[in-house]
């Protein structure tokens, strides 16, 4: 069956430092790929996707992620996060008009 | 910009009460979605539909309706309100059916069922 995973529900960094959410995807074929951000009381905003072409994709808030085939990996990443990085975060695939949702890691910023 | 506007942020209702959540999107977008999300569960689609008076059944339909009568609004019905539907129920819309284009979601409604 298809799946999207987020194998980490809590995550905590220090603020200034380098952050790495995992994603992994169970498809038949590789689906479209999504990352989506949710703060506190508000609904999902996208951040980033990937389609095809380049591996590496840039988002907002600077923001990057990482599609890895030989891996089903789509790991998000920040070289310094902000308190205000505080949030929720969703990896989504769609493939064949189905999106799937991770269940989410939800990310604290030490100051 | 894209917007999804929804009718309330916060709902209390009471048990079998009939609830209606409505959705309103702006930017003549085909698709529109309603999810519930859940501590633990992430998002779980409920209703969707690809065209006006068109709706497909979500992974959990069962105790909702949904109605659209115009392409730009959307709504979901609880017909018997019932406290394990207590939730955050997001709305969305993407542009188009048949393609992968991102969603777009309004700020959710937190229903409360007592």
């Known amino acids: 069956a298809q799946s999207v995973t987020q194998p980490d529900i809590h995550i905590t960094v220090s603020e200034g430092a380098s952050l790495e959410l995992r994603c992994n995807y169970s498809y038949g074929a590789t689906p479209y790929l999504f990352w989506y951000v949710q703060s506190p009381g508000q609904g999902l905003q996208l951040l980033l996707k990937?389609?095809?072409?380049?591996?590496l994709v840039q988002g907002i808030k600077g923001f990057e992620a990482e599609f890895k085939r030989s891996q089903s990996s789509f790991n998000l990443r920040k070289p310094s996060v902000h308190w205000s990085d505080a949030a929720e975060y969703f990896c989504a695939a769609d493939r064949d008009d189905k999106i799937i949702f991770g269940k989410g890691t939800r990310l604290h910023i030490l100051p | 910009d894209v917007k999804v506007t929804q009718s309330s942020r916060y709902l209390v209702k009471r048990t079998g009460e009939k609830v209606f959540l409505e959705c309103v999107q702006d930017m003549d977008h085909e698709n529109m979605f309603w999810y519930r999300q859940d501590p633990g569960l992430g998002l779980r689609l409920i209703y969707f539909s690809y065209d006006v008076k068109m709706k497909e059944k979500g992974d959990i339909p069962e105790g909702y309706s949904v109605s659209r009568e115009k392409k730009e609004r959307f709504s979901l019905i609880l017909e018997s309100a019932s406290t394990n539907q207590t939730s955050m129920y997001l709305c969305?819309?993407?542009?188009?059916?048949?393609?992968?284009?991102?969603?777009?979601f309004g700020p959710g409604t937190r229903l409360t069922v007592t």
């Open positions: 969305a819309s993407s542009l188009a059916h048949r393609t992968a284009y991102e969603q777009y």
């Open positions: 990937y389609f095809s072409g380049d591996t």
